[in-house]
């Protein structure tokens, strides 16, 4: 009872072992923000990316695909296995390009990655309806009406008119000319723009914070260039964006665009031909099972690859789980060094304690119980400053967003850079076991350092104990 | 039999301390009798080692040779946790600075014996009843009033009550004072010994009381004094301990 008396008592009265609860709560409050920030960005990009890539994807090698893709899909569907395990299927068409347009005047070309998809299908596979701005969740390459009438406005049909009417047939010899075929509007090629080859962030106002500025609207035009599949012979072809595709990864929304399959087979002389199958499956736990059964089922001549999206994106899931590893050591050397203060201030309160000490070994205290006493006053005081640094760390994170709104007008300075992940606001994953763990270890790590100090007081002879001044 | 035999005895105690190549011997053969309800007062210069005397009596430390013997049963050497038990439940000290602990009330230090004693679970069964008696005790010391206050609150003789109060607290066998009225004025000094004489008495509390205040020692039984580490007092003969143990 005395160890916990004397203990709460030592909490109370010392003030320098503020100093080592204030340094434990920092490094619990700064583990546990950078932890969930890590996870946070850890576990969108995951999302985002098998959003993005399938499941499953079987590839070419090559730009040039592979042919018959329905016919291949027929077959993995004729497999009873795979049938039974896959949800959907879709071919694509991916192939890299240039895209042109004019911003104000300005003509721009930029490098990009041109698919050509079937817009349901490829929703079937993957989250790609849920980021399309304008027509979320109902993916298709029309253009919505104000989009199509500003394409028209952009291209007047009365030029066209004017020129057919020159061109129309005469009246020969007091005959009527026979009727021209009737005139057909051919509604023009569509695009779905990655969202950041549209928009920039830029300060409008000197004083003002960035804003999102549209440089290609709905309707507006794009020249696409690429090659054909038989040749390489450059092929480009005019296309009105129809919607924006945002990820909110800065990788896809900077170089993707989307366009109909049929339209890229067509243009690029690749008629049937197709380079990936996405793949969704059923349950998830079937990943490797179903990658196994297709490497057995498509015959090795086919020279067909078969990914899954962890396999695609490995070294760079790879490389966030490394980052968040050396983060939480480098973190931890924080608390370490919290640890150390407490050895520093533990050995000034056990010499400051000496008498102390003498006194209550003359009252019958055993060396473990004067050793417990500090144990119990370390793990106390890593109690204490986990207690308070996960309370102001889970606040922080779960108030992040509105912290760096304010820095960032306090400041005038954007903190969280949103051009760079294209996310709306910082992303966080707040784990219970992993504020546990930051717990135990920080509790652990002032337990560890008080243990020298309290070896000293535990066997400090209590003649001299008590004769110390 | 056991009447005739003393509560506590040393034996040809030595001690000797040491500080790099330097020996400084402070005792030297010391043979102590010390009867139950006996108030015996120990005396000498200071250096003389009557503060080693004290603590070896009551096994803070350890001799580097002879022996000390509780009810005839040799203690020195016992095992550290029945030595911590024996100073708990066995012998009650008090101190020339008294001792106390700061960070605690006048209550909280006279509760703190048997708080080393007992465990929580019986600690927090029995606390009413202890801090009853701890009261009580405080009344007699005439600190009845002064319970909850921290001991920087207290003047020196109150202190040295709180310290007399903790010290009795499990009811010990043999008080140890060292120096109990060495930092008091003389008044303050004279109310310690009545009490202690008092508590002698009544109680039947044997007490070894260390001093070099001759004024003081009238009040008790009988008188030790220390030379060079050795008693010099010829009447204080251990013969018929060391004729019980040899027979």
Known sequence: MYKLLLCWRYLLTRYLALVCIVS?????????????????????????????????????????????????????????????????????????????????????????????????????????????LLHKGQPTFELSPEALQHQRSLHPPHRLDRIADILAPQPIDGKPAPEPPPRTEAPPSTIILGYAIAHFRAKLQPDGAPEEVRTLGPGDDVILTTISGHGLK??????????????????????????????????????????????????????????????????????????????????????????????????????????????????????????????????GASNRGVLNIFLSYGLLLGAVGALLGSAIGTTITLYINEIEQFLTKWTGHELFDRSVYYFNEIPTDLSVSSVLIINVGAIAIAVLFSVLPALRAALLHPVRALRYE | MLDNLPMLAAINLHKTYRKHAIEVPVLTGVDLEVFAGEFLSIVGSSGSGKSTLLHLLGTLDRPD????????????????EQRDRLRNETFGFIFQFYHLLPELTTLENVLMPKMIGLSVRRWFRERRALKQQATELLDRVGLGHR?????????????????????????????????????????????????????????????????????????????????????????????????????
């Open chain 1, 24 to 132: 434990v709560m920092l490094g619990v409050a700064t583990l546990i923000v950078v932890n969930s920030v890590m996870a946070g960005f850890s576990t969108k990009l995951r999302e985002r990316l098998h959003g993005l890539l399938s499941d499953i994807v079987i590839e070419a090698h090559d730009f040039q695909g592979f042919a018959n893709p329905q016919g291949k899909i027929a077959l993995i569907q004729s497999d009873p296995f795979l049938s039974q395990r896959i949800e959907a299927m879709t071919p694509t068409l991916e192939i890299f390009g240039m895209i042109q347009f004019n911003c104000n005047g300005t003509a721009i070309a930029r490098p990009v990655h041109i698919i050509g998809i079937d817009p349901v299908g490829r929703a079937r596979v993957g989250g790609f309806a849920e980021h399309l």
């Open chain 1, 234 to 363: 450059p092929v480009e072809w005019r296309c009105a964006v129809c919607d924006y595709f945002k990820s909110e990864m800065s990788e896809y929304d900077a170089n993707y665009v989307f366009v109909p399959i049929e339209e890229l087979q067509r243009l690029r002389a690749m008629p049937d031909r197709a380079t990936s199958i996405q793949i969704r499956i059923k349950d998830y736990r079937d990943l490797h099972a179903v990658k196994e059964g297709l490497q057995k089922l498509l015959p090795a001549h086919w020279e067909l690859s078969v990914h899954t999206w962890e396999d695609k994106q490995g070294p760079l899931l790879a490389a966030i789980s490394i980052e968040k590893g050396i983060l939480n050591v480098l973190l931890f050397m924080i608390i370490a060094v919290a640890g150390f203060g407490i050895l520093a201030i533990f050995s000034m309160i056990v010499v400051e304690k000496t008498r102390d000490i003498g006194i209550l070994k003359a009252l």
């Open chain 2, 65 to 80: 040779e002879g022996r000390i013997l509780f009810n005839t049963e040799r203690i020195d050497n016992l095992p550290s």
């Open chain 2, 147 to 247: 319970l909850h206050h921290k001991p920087r609150e207290l003047s020196g003789g109150e202190m040295q009550r709180a310290a007399i109060a903790r010290a009795l607290i499990n009811r010990p066998r043999v008080l140890l004072a060292d120096e109990p009225t060495g930092n008091l004025d003389a008044d303050k000094g004279i109310e310690i010994i009545r009490l202690l004489r008092d508590l002698n008495r009544q109680d039947r509390l044997t007490i070894v009381m260390v001093t070099h205040n001759m004024e003081i020692v009238g009040n008790t039984d009988r008188v030790v004094r220390l030379t060079k580490g050795r008693v010099e007092d010829a009447n204080n003969s251990n013969s018929l301990l060391q004729s019980s143990l040899t027979g």
